[in-house]
């Protein structure tokens, strides 16, 4: 069945940086524009970034653009995101979705545990 596991959620105060990686198994990962997504407790899901199967085409968010990097490796089945100059307003739960806006948007795509991120002094 369909996995993914997200990692590397933690503390950090503001302007610092975290890496976050999700592994993914139980499908085609070559075939899947791969997202990172967020939820503030009680709000909706807020699609962050994407990237293609390739890993050449990325999109993102305004509020990440400049700060977060996504990216991919086919050869682990393993999708990053390199938060940098993390702000209080990037606290949340993150999630990595399989699928690319349209789905992290509809609710539709397999998403795992998440992961908890808090940036705060």
């Known amino acids: 069945q369909v996995q993914l596991v997200e990692s590397g959620g933690a503390l950090a105060q503001p302007g610092g940086s975290l890496r976050l990686s999700c592994a993914a198994s139980?499908?085609?990962?070559?075939?899947?524009?791969m997202s990172w997504a967020r939820q503030v407790s009680r709000k909706g899901l807020e699609w962050v970034s994407e990237?293609?199967?390739?890993?050449?085409?990325?999109d993102y968010a305004d509020s990440v653009k400049g700060r977060f990097t996504i990216s991919r490796d086919n050869a682990q089945n393993t999708v990053y995101l390199q938060m940098n100059s993390l702000k209080p307003e990037d606290t949340a739960l993150y999630y990595c979705?399989?699928?690319?806006?349209?789905?992290?948007?509809?609710?539709?795509?397999?998403r795992g545990q998440g992961t908890q991120v808090t940036v705060s002094s």
């Open positions: 979705v399989a699928g690319g806006r349209s789905l992290v948007e509809s609710g539709l795509g397999y």
């Open positions: 990237i293609n199967p390739g890993g050449s085409v990325t």
């Open positions: 139980g499908f085609t990962f070559t075939a899947y524009t």
